[in-house]
């Protein structure tokens, strides 16, 4: 496997499940991201860890847990969720750093969620 | 924080012939700015990134603008081909080193054959 790689690719949960996405970067890469895509808007930051250590959390509900073992593999732990909160999810790597290096960010092909 | 504005949203161009999408931004102490291109059922690419300290750059037949003073850049594409067809976006970050990039809200691009 290359690049950043994301599993499931689709997924269909209802308001009362429990889930969790994955994300795993072949990069050696640092820093990792979850955003949420949306018909009609921006790319929306979810979540940032640079080397295991979550640096930003966009104000997101707490039904959106993520986790960071190491530096290569991200989680999104989902439950409870909203109808509203069904789009696409998408991981990214950056080589980041302790001082945080490039900004250059590589994308997954992203979980498609739906909640009904 | 930062703002990142994307014009147009939709764009129809003749095949071969050149497309151009612009971005502006507000926080003037931005200094990457980096293109994506999302063809359908894929994450967004990197097709090209460009940083404050050059005003051009250029790859094969893409090639990004940067005028900081205006605060505005802008991504061109020649000579295009139907496999242009997709939603590109347009980032900015404001700190080197941070790894937050703000997004704008994306072209679709159609290549008419």
């Known amino acids: 496997e290359t690049g950043v790689t994301q599993t499931p690719r689709h997924l269909v949960m209802g308001m009362t499940n429990k889930k969790s996405l994955k994300c795993e970067q072949h990069?050696?890469?640092?820093?990792m991201y979850w955003y949420k895509q949306s018909a009609k808007k921006p790319l929306e930051l979810m979540f940032v860890y640079n080397f295991k250590e979550q640096t930003e959390n966009n104000s997101v509900p707490s039904r959106f847990s993520p986790e960071c073992p190491n530096s290569s593999h991200l989680f999104l732990h989902l439950h409870t969720l909203q109808p509203e909160d069904s789009a696409l999810y998408l991981c990214a790597s950056s080589p980041g750093g302790p001082s945080g290096g490039s900004n250059e960010q590589y994308f997954g092909p992203g979980t498609r969620l739906t909640v009904t | 924080g930062e703002n990142v504005e994307q014009h147009p949203s939709t764009l129809s161009v003749q095949e071969g012939d050149s497309a151009v999408i612009k971005c502006t931004y507000s926080?003037?102490?931005?200094?990457?700015f980096p293109w994506y291109k999302q063809e359908l059922g894929k994450g967004p690419q990197l097709i090209i990134d460009i940083r404050s300290n050059v005003g051009e750059k250029k790859d094969q037949r893409i090639a990004v603008t940067l005028n900081k003073t205006a605060k505005h850049f802008s991504l061109h594409i020649t000579e295009t081909q139907p496999e242009d067809s997709a939603v590109y976006f347009c980032a900015a970050s404001s700190n080197f080193g941070n790894e937050k990039l703000t997004f704008g809200t994306g072209t679709r691009l159609t290549i008419i054959p």
């Open positions: 926080d003037s102490a931005s200094n990457y």
């Open positions: 990069l050696g890469h640092n820093a």
